[in-house]
């Protein structure tokens, strides 16, 4: 290969050039040789690097325009595919849950019978000797017996309030008072002699199952329907992937289709509840069981949890609790159905036979749930709010 110089001579140097080597600017080393010729010696300067200019204004701005666009087009398509992964995420939560329930169920169901053997959602059945008021929602498994959410409960049931296990009241020793003091049960020496262990069942459901103390759950509470409580606020929930607490429901075993859905009507121990078309006789579920958590109405006072910092209330903050199929079910020339929890659970053949039948559409017509023998689980999904679209839950999804 030629060198520098050889290049230089063979294009018309006629023989060896003087040459000096400097250091530009740039950095760069530079050689320049200066041939002789029979005129006026032309100086020819080599640099070694490349010939560099900058991007115009347009270039720039073009190619800026071309990332924003890019960015618009991605980002939206990245958001939906992270929300969705959550989705499923959280629907494999309930997956688990359901099948805890389901075994919690069969480990423990003479001990629930009003409940079809699942845990409780709000009032737990009473535990002889101890004075506390299941029918107010009272928890016993704390000193102070706190009103609770099912989604309070789901937890405590599932894997113990400490997620070691499930305690069986037939397991508690006759020992003392023990039996009448629930909120012992869960300590490190129920019985203060340093020696006895109760046993457990379960842990019905993962432990590593994601959960959260209710202080941690994002967003702001309603201090009118959740009050701050230090007792409350350091009881876990199972939350779903966007960490929000997952509702629990459970179908009363003696429910009626004269009563779909009780609203904050005080429980009442012999079921017997009357007035109005759709609230006599016991009913299949209670709205208030997760009503801190969903509101008790549309108007502020009355405004559930606010996940998102939206503003927005939840779709079914209202029970529905009075409202008939009238009420619920679109017919030609009526008026538009109702937003509530009693719609939102309603059964969906029965629905769709009423949007067939519209001449059965009557305020006596008989009402029933989904899932009227076990229970409802639903997570608020991506935009927080209990009742949208994109709600992820064990129930079958709207056709309407």
């Given at each position: 290969m ?31 040789f200066?041939p ?13 690097g ?17 990332i924003?666009?890019?960015i ?15 989705k ?19 480990d ?15 009032s ?50 006759n ?11 869960y ?9 006895t ?42 939350v ?26 005080p ?32 108007t ?5 949890w ?22 619920m ?15 939102h ?19 006596t ?36």
């Amino acid at each position: 290969m030629l060198s520098a110089e050889s290049r230089i001579a063979k294009g018309g140097c006629r023989r060896s050039v003087p040459r000096q080597i400097w250091s530009g600017l740039d950095g760069a080393n530079h050689i320049a040789f200066i041939p002789y010729s029979d005129r006026q010696p032309i100086p020819l300067v080599i640099t070694r690097g490349s010939d560099r200019r900058a991007f115009s204004l347009v270039e720039l701005l073009t190619v800026i325009f071309i990332i924003g666009l890019l960015i618009a087009i991605l980002v939206p398509s990245l958001s939906a595919a992270r929300n969705a992964a959550k989705k499923m995420t959280t629907g494999k939560s309930l997956d688990s849950i359901k099948v805890g329930l389901e075994s919690f169920k069969n480990d423990n169901a003479s001990d629930f019978p009003q409940t079809n053997g699942y845990p409780p959602s709000f009032s737990h059945p009473p535990i002889p000797g101890y004075a506390f008021k299941p029918e107010d929602g009272e928890f016993p498994f704390l000193e102070t017996n706190p009103v609770v959410t099912g989604a309070h409960w789901l937890p405590a049931m599932l894997m113990g309030p400490d997620k070691l296990g499930y305690l069986k009241r037939s397991s508690i020793p006759n020992k003392g008072t023990l039996r009448a003091e629930p909120w012992k049960w869960y300590t490190p020496d129920p019985l203060g002699d340093g020696k006895t262990t109760l046993s457990r069942g379960g842990p019905y459901v993962d432990v590593a199952i994601p959960t959260k103390r209710t202080e941690e759950l994002p967003g702001r509470r309603n201090p009118a329907l959740f009050p701050a409580s230090n007792a409350i606020e350091k009881l876990p929930v199972i939350v779903d992937a966007f960490d929000q607490a997952i509702l629990y429901y459970v179908a009363n075993a003696y429910g009626r289709p004269t009563n779909m859905v009780e609203g904050d009507r005080p429980r009442l121990k012999d079921n017997n509840y009357t007035g109005g078309a759709q609230q006599e006789g016991p009913p299949y579920y209670f709205h208030q069981d997760n009503s801190a958590f969903t509101g008790t109405g549309v108007t502020d006072p009355e405004r559930g949890w606010d996940f998102g910092n939206s503003g927005a209330k939840h779709v079914f903050a209202e029970s529905g609790a009075a409202h008939t199929a009238v009420d619920m079910v679109p017919v030609e020339n009526g008026p538009e159905p109702r937003v509530s929890f009693a719609r939102h659970i309603l059964d969906r053949k029965l629905y769709s036979h009423y949007v067939a039948n519209p001449s059965d559409v009557k305020p006596t017509s008989p009402l029933k749930p989904v899932n009227a023998d076990s229970f409802i689980l639903i997570s608020a999904g991506v935009d927080g709010r209990f009742g949208t679209i994109d709600d992820v839950s064990n129930m079958p999804p709207w056709t309407e």
